[in-house]
Each structure stands twice: as C-alpha cells, then as structure tokens.
C-alpha cells in the first residue's frame, strides 16, 4: 500500500459526499498500514460548520483507539486543509499528511498560511503535496460546474 492507494480511498470518500451535494473531500486515517477512519464533507447534511471531513476522521480515529494522540498517522486528504483543520492535524499530532490538490482560496497548509510546520507550534507535520492532484481538483471543479448551473 502507498500513497496513491490511500489516496484513492480518500477520493472514494470525496465521490460519497458528492452524492450528497456536499463538497466532495474525502480523508482517510491510516496507521501501521490498516485503515483506522475514512469521512466525507457532511457540513450540509449535519448543519455543523465543523463536519470537515478531516475533523471527522479525526474524531473518528480518536474513538477507535481510545485516544487523542494519534502519533504514527498518516491522514490522507483530496484537497489541501483549511485552517481548522490544519489545527485539528496538529493538535490531534498527527504524523504525516498527504494531500492531492492546494485550496487557493482557504489553505492553510502552504497556500495562504503553514499552520502544520509552523515553528511557533509544539507539533510539526511531515507534508507529502500534490498525491493524484488532478483527480482530487477534478472532482471539486465538476462539483461546482454542476452547481452553477
């Protein structure tokens, strides 16, 4: 297993919350090679600002291992994280976050901020950018043709 596979989960979870008219990023948990969480976007459907996909894998991971330190994991995402995800990433301390396409407009990974690395911060995240990019940007850029119709 490697990146692009996980990645692929993650793009599995992005194509559910497309279903469900929400923006579609999806986020995988893994540790030690296994699979702890997957989540979609479920902002719309639980009217909750914070059902990030990344805060409920997060979440979720949390509940399985019975833990809030989640040292050893890697979080797979399809876009770059916001600022409160980034947040949760490094609060949660996580090990490693791998990403498929940069937010422009909220990314707070390396596009407008670098919450996850930055030296002020009592955990830094190693980065791993740009995992099946065109595919994770090409999703969210259908999502919204469709939307603007």
Known sequence: MDDN???GLAL???RKAFAL???PIGAVLVMDNQVVSAAHNMRESWHDATAHAEVIAIRDACQQLNRWR???ATLYVTIEPCPMCA???VMSRIDRLVYGSPDYKA???ESLFNIVQHPALN???EVIAGVRADECSGIMKEFFRLRRK
């Open 107 to 109: 990314g707070a990974v």
């Open 87 to 89: 947040g949760a990433l």
């Open 123 to 125: 955990h830094r995240l």
């Open 5 to 7: 596979y996980y990645m």
């Open 12 to 14: 599995t979870e992005a």
């Open 70 to 72: 989640l040292t050893g």
């Open 21 to 23: 008219g929400e923006v």
